[in-house]
């Protein structure tokens, strides 16, 4: 009764703000978790065929700035007022997504990608504030929670319609993201109700000039300052769900048998989401938002008695578990067991993060500390972006290691495929070449080269920002 009491008790800009973020995040994650796939998958399937080292380029550099901006943004936003910003967020949000659905060279996409990233900051900074601008004392922990809980519901829809529309096109993906942000501009048209705009006598650019202020003034505290570069650690293994795991579940995962299991189940379901009897890798990804929908309270109310510090270290070291696991098999029954793991572990550290800010903050000045708290994120987006690129390439990724064979071998190729030669093209030839099925040239290329050692790199990062941590908590915070 106390819950419902609290739930009556939200006004309808909370409920109209939460809507709103249900569907950004649908669009976001809709496009986010199958992009490294759009720019790295064959040309013939109406990809770009990029390598990994630009997909992760592209990537990278752009979300970096997508967690880097919102210093900017945020004062932006409480200048002009956040009903405008809003607007203009989604205008780049669809011009964005609609220049990288046209674009297929690398220059183009990378500055779309940076465009609709710029409109990712304008919008990130306007939500939670609206949450928290819209809550009290009482009410304010369900309404975050019901704020998460919503980050998660688009962030499963998202990705699970775009597994069936890639079934269509490419473009029908793009077109999903625009579709769902072209609901909140009727919403923030005729529901949104601006909270007002800040006037506190200061310009624009003072503004913005005060919020580099503030970045300075908390990264004087070198306890800090270490703690959030350990955290790039956790953050750059975690963005490999995102950078990485599409990629290598798309080269080298038959999903048959989850596909089997889930149509004796639920056929329907099945079908929709899957082709040719596989689900595909967007489909498999988005499981992590799926599990947190499902298990997030019970996780937090497990790990409310542990410290905050004890509690990221746990967290963490079961993240790394489930990173192991979702790299170094080829089962894809094993592969959700591991991204059910990677989940309860996010879900064991990432709160903890932002709390354990809120601790360690001096008592008039943890405004300050949360609003640097996105620095290691947007460093780790970067580090992530590089990390997926070359490093992996020369590690997991398919058609390098079959070029590598190809070179090892000898295997020459006519001329004419040079031209319009794909790398479906070039993995079908090799394989004809070699007297081998598809198949058989994939278990091939995995015994061999081993691309599951991949695992240890995203795993050992994890659990070195354990060890830091653990080091951290010890020698410099003394247990507290």
């Not at 550290?349 to 708290?373: H, N, R």
């Not at 398919?398 to 040079?418: A, N, T």
Request: some cysteine; hydrophobic content about 50%.
């Amino acid at each position: 009764m106390a819950v419902l009491s609290v739930l009556k008790g939200y006004s309808k800009s909370f409920w109209t703000s939460n809507t709103i973020e249900l569907f950004e995040r649908w669009a976001w994650y809709g496009f986010y978790l199958a992009f490294p796939l759009f720019l790295v998958g064959s040309t013939d399937t109406g990809a770009l065929g990029f390598s990994n080292a630009e997909k992760g380029a592209i990537m990278g550099t752009s979300s970096a700035l997508l967690y880097f901006l919102p210093v900017i943004t945020g004062a932006i936003a409480d200048k002009v007022g956040y009903k405008r910003i809003l607007l203009l967020a989604f205008s780049i949000y669809i011009t964005g997504f609609l220049m990288i659905s046209s674009f297929n060279s690398y220059w183009p996409v990378y500055f779309a990608f940076m465009w609709t990233c710029i409109g990712g900051a304008f919008f990130k900074p306007i939500i939670s504030a609206m949450i928290a601008k819209t809550t009290n004392e009482k009410t304010a922990s369900i309404g975050f929670g019901i704020f998460y809980m919503m980050i998660n519901i688009g962030g499963f829809i998202g990705p699970f319609i775009a597994g069936a529309l890639l079934k269509l096109s490419w473009s029908w993906v793009f077109y999903m993201s625009v579709a769902a942000i072209g609901v909140n501009v009727l919403l923030t048209l005729f529901m949104f109700r601006e909270p007002g705009v800040e006037k506190d006598g200061k310009s624009l650019l003072q503004n913005i000039a005060q919020a580099f202020k503030n970045i300075w003034i908390t990264l004087q505290n070198w306890k800090y300052v270490l703690f959030l570069v350990i955290m790039i650690l956790f953050w750059t293994a975690f963005n490999q769900l995102y950078y990485s795991f599409p990629i290598f579940v798309d080269q080298w995962i038959d999903t048959t048998s989850v596909y089997n299991g889930l149509h004796a189940v639920w056929p329907w379901l099945a079908e929709t989401i899957g082709e040719n009897g596989t689900i595909s890798a967007v489909s498999m990804t988005s499981m992590d938002s799926f599990f947190i929908i499902v298990f997030q309270l019970m996780v937090s109310a497990f790990v409310m008695r542990f410290r905050p510090l004890a509690a990221m270290m746990g967290g963490i070291l079961v993240l790394a578990g489930g990173i192991g696991l979702m790299f170094s098999t080829q089962s894809g029954w094993l592969i959700l067991l591991g991204v059910l793991i990677f989940a309860l572990g996010e879900m064991g550290s990432s709160p903890k993060f932002t709390e354990y800010v809120g601790k360690i903050a001096p008592a008039d000045q943890k405004a300050l500390y949360m609003g640097t708290s996105f620095l290691p994120i947007a460093a780790a987006h970067k580090l992530a972006g590089w990390l997926s690129g070359d490093f992996y390439e020369g590690i997991a990724d398919k058609y390098f290691l079959l070029q590598k064979e190809v070179v090892d071998r000898g295997i020459q190729f006519p001329s004419e495929y040079s031209t319009e030669f794909t790398k479906n093209d070039f993995f079908a030839q090799a394989a004809d070449k070699m007297n081998m099925t598809q198949v058989e040239l994939t278990n091939y290329l995995w015994q061999n080269y081993q691309p599951s050692n991949i695992w240890m790199a995203f795993s050992g990062i994890a659990v070195s920002a354990v060890i830091f941590l653990w080091l951290y908590d010890r020698f410099v915070m003394g247990g507290k």
